[in-house]
C-alpha cells in the first residue's frame, strides 16, 4: 500500500544555499520590524520601504542556487509512489529551480506581483515601486504577492485535505513559531496514524510534536531522509 507524504519547509532549508532566515541571529527580524514590512498597514504606512524589503530579496534569488536539501526534495517527488505534498513557508523559488512540480507556496511567492484592485498575480522579477502600474486595471498599482501577517495563507483547505489524509508528515527547517504553519504538526497528531519527522539545527517551539527529531542541517539530514524513505 503506497504511503502519502506531506512535506512543510520553512526558511531553515534555504539557509545554506545563502538566504537569511527570520529568528535565527542575523535573520530579517533582528533587522527590520514585522509591522513594518510584513503587514497591510505597514504597506499602508510606507509602500516604498515594503516595496525595498521585497525588492532586495527578489533580487538576491539571482545570487543563489538550490542546495542538495532542495534537489532532494525533487528527487524524492520524482519517485514517490503514493501521493506527495510539499507546502513551504518559503516565498522564495528553489524550490522549483531544484525541479519540485507542484509546491504550494502558503505565503506567496517573492517573484509574483498582484494588482491591489483585481487581485490578480503575474509573473515579476524586477523591482516594484508604489508608482508600478497594474496591467490588469487602468487606476490601479502592484503589490508583492506575499502573505502579510493578519493575512490568511494560501490554499489551506487543499492543505488540510492532504494532512487529514497524510502517513507521514516531516519538518524541515522552520522554527514553529507561525501560524496556522505551526499547527499543521498538531493536527496531523490528533489524527493519530500519522509519522511525524522534523528535521532542525536545533529544537523548535513544535519539536515535541514529533515521533522523530533529527538535529542537523538539511543538507545532510534529508538525503538521508531519503535513504530512510524509501525503505518504508
Ligand atoms: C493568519 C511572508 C488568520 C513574509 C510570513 C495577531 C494578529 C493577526 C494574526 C496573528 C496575531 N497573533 C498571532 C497571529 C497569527 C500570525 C502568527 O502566527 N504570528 C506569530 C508571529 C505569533 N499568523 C498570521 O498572521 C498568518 N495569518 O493567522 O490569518 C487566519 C488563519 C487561518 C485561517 C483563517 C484566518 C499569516 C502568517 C504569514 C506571515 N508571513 N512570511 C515574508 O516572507 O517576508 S511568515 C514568516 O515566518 C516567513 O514566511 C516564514 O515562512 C515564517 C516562519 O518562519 P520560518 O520559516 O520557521 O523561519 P525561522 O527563521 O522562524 O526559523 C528557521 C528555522 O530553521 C529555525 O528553527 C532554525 O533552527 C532552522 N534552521 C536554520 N538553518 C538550518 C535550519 N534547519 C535545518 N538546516 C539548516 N541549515
Known sequence: MHKNIVILTGAGISAESGL?????????????????????????KNPEMVHQFYNQRRAQLDSVTPNKAHHALAKLEKHWQGDFTLITQNVDDLHERAGSQNVIHMHGELKKARCLKTGKTLSWHEDLTPQTKSPFHPEAHLRPH????????????LIFHKLDHADIFVSIGTSGQVHPAAGFVTHVYQKGQCQRIEINTEESEISHFFDQQWTGKATEKVPELLNLLHKI
Open 146 to 157: 506575499i502573505v502579510w501577517f493578519g493575512e490568511v495563507p494560501f490554499q489551506l483547505d
Open 20 to 44: 537569511s532566515t527570520f529568528r535565527d541571529n542575523q535573520g530579517f527580524w533582528d533587522e527590520y520590524a514585522i509591522e513594518e514590512v510584513a503587514t497591510p498597514e505597514g504597506f499602508q
